[in-house]
């Protein structure tokens, strides 16, 4: 089985649309960059984000590897600059709850996790590891479809994931969900 590591892009401004990496968000995607290649990773595929693809290039500048985009990789739902926060907000909320739901602009939680499903099951027979580098909303969807709601941490659905946390999947095995232990010191001085 392949193995992936699905990183969760790094730290965002708090801007709606499609706002680009921090300062500490590209500390914390060069962190990342080099965990993974200690990993040992064969390949960077991308969100189209730009937030995503950002972490994806700092993560390709220090492992040589070249970045592909995949539209599966996505988030669930993006915060549109025609939505306010609390309408945004309201919605991710609602779409958490009921995994059927589908909010004003982007998928539901069950669609979105057979998006991401349906990517790795065509990366399958890829030399890995991989490096997907995605979203928190769409890797907790993937993770209550994969092993159930039970089996995600409590926080994760309600707090998001943390920014460059890793997810490591053996083919579509959970192995190990949001490891942040690599970004120690990475954060805002």
């Known amino acids: 089985m392949t193995v992936f590591h699905l990183v969760q892009r790094a730290e965002k401004e ?4 499609d706002p680009g990496l921090t ?3 590209r500390r914390q995607a060069a962190r990342t960059a080099d965990r993974l290649r200690h990993l040992g990773v064969h390949a960077v595929l991308s969100s189209p984000l730009r937030r995503a693809r950002e972490t994806a290039a700092i993560i390709a500048s220090r492992t040589g590897l070249p970045v592909r985009e995949d539209t599966r990789l996505r988030e669930r739902m993006n915060w549109e600059p025609s939505q306010s926060a609390e309408d945004f907000l309201r919605d991710w909320a609602a779409s958490v ?3 059927d739901a589908v909010p004003a602009s982007g998928d539901s939680s069950r669609a979105a ?4 499903r349906a990517c790795l099951l065509d990366l399958g027979g890829v030399p890995g590891p991989v490096a997907l580098v995605t979203h928190g909303g769409v890797t907790v969807d993937l993770l ?3 092993a159930g709601d039970d089996a995600v941490p409590a926080g994760l659905p309600r707090d998001g994931v943390p920014s460059c ?3 490591t999947l053996d083919g579509l095995s959970v192995v190990d ?5 690599h970004l120690a010191g990475a954060g805002r001085p």
């Not at 708090?14 to 649309?17: S, T």
């Not at 996790?113 to 991401?116: K, M, N, S, V």
């Open 14 to 17: 708090r801007l709606p649309g």
């Open 23 to 25: 300062a500490a968000g």
């Open 97 to 99: 709850r009921d995994r």
């Open 113 to 116: 996790a057979e998006r991401l």
């Open 144 to 146: 209550r479809t994969l």
């Open 165 to 167: 946390a890793i997810t």
């Open 177 to 181: 969900i949001a490891s942040t232990v």
